[in-house]
């Protein structure tokens, strides 16, 4: 057998039109390991495809999807997801202020540095400092929540992260864990604040709770969105009802609603 094989791709060998198989220059897979330490390995194929000639190509994409794959790998510290997130947790002593797997996912990070900046904003500033806490879905399998503020000092007045809690569940009992960890860091948070949320009542009640005297507003973005999607679920239905009845011309649902909200943007709170 060793005298009758015959060197073939990788891959399915049994096509007729598989190309030939040649072996990739050592200086070839120098070139993949740079690339694909910076940036997919699609990408670093379409890059040397371009600059190198046919002989010191790489073989196909997969050859350099599987060098990203291994340069990937090796960066980890271990193969356990789990025991990673530990470790890490020790490198950045100080930045994970709760690390919590079980029953529920509660993760809270938190920066000394951006920590003392809040509290020396606190007592130079005779501003009021808005925090802002909201949650986003779009990170994938697990929510994320972020507690900014904008800050008074600065002449652009930007909106800088404090703390971000990393959970699975929207419980009031985990944004009530994360409110308790920062009322410990920072209990005088609420002497120049007033949090704006999403008018979600797990947040407001968690802030409640330990910080009491706290005034709260709801987010004008969460509301606009909150009002034009009632308008769109309610009000023109009431709208088409009536339609018959008027002998205006019929505006379309679009319209409808834009009109609406011009209305409310137009009034003064």
């Known amino acids: ?5 015959e060197k073939r791709p990788h891959g399915n060998c049994r096509l007729e039109n598989s190309h030939v198989f040649h072996h990739t220059p050592a200086s ?11 940036m997919p390995g699609t990408t670093a194929y379409k890059a040397l495809v371009a600059t190198n000639g046919d002989v010191e190509a790489p073989r196909n994409a997969a050859q350099c999807q599987y060098r990203r794959q291994k340069y990937l790998k090796n960066q980890k510290i271990t193969c356990d997801e789990i025991k990673n997130l530990i470790l890490l947790s020790y490198e950045l ?5 709760l690390l919590q797997l079980q029953p529920e996912t509660s993760i809270v990070l938190m920066h000394d540095q951006m920590k003392q900046q809040f509290a020396n904003l606190l007592t130079k500033t005779t501003e009021i400092i808005p925090p802002y806490y909201d949650t986003t879905f779009s990170l994938g399998e697990i929510y994320v929540s972020i ?20 959970h699975d ?3 009031e009992l985990v944004h009530e864990r994360f409110v308790q960890i920062i009322n410990h860091e920072l209990p005088d948070l609420h002497k120049k604040s007033i949090l704006v949320t999403d008018g979600e009542n797990a947040l407001k009640n968690a802030f409640r709770t330990h910080y009491p005297t706290m005034l709260q507003l709801r987010c004008w973005n969460h509301a606009i969105k909150d009002i034009k999607l009632a308008a769109k679920r309610y009000y023109y239905n009431d709208q088409e ?21 011009d209305s409310i943007r137009q009034q003064n709170f």
């Open 1 to 5: 057998n060793f005298y009758i094989a």
């Open 93 to 97: 002593n100080g930045f994970y202020k």
């Open 241 to 261: 009802n009536h339609a018959n009845d008027d002998d205006s011309v019929s505006k379309t649902k679009k319209e409808i609603i834009a009109d609406v909200m």
């Open 147 to 166: 507690l900014g503020y904008r800050h008074a000092m600065l002449s652009e007045k930007s909106i800088l992260p404090l703390a971000i809690l990393m």
């Open 28 to 38: 070839t897979i120098a070139q993949i390991d740079e690339l694909v330490s910076k």
């Open 169 to 171: 569940s929207k419980r």
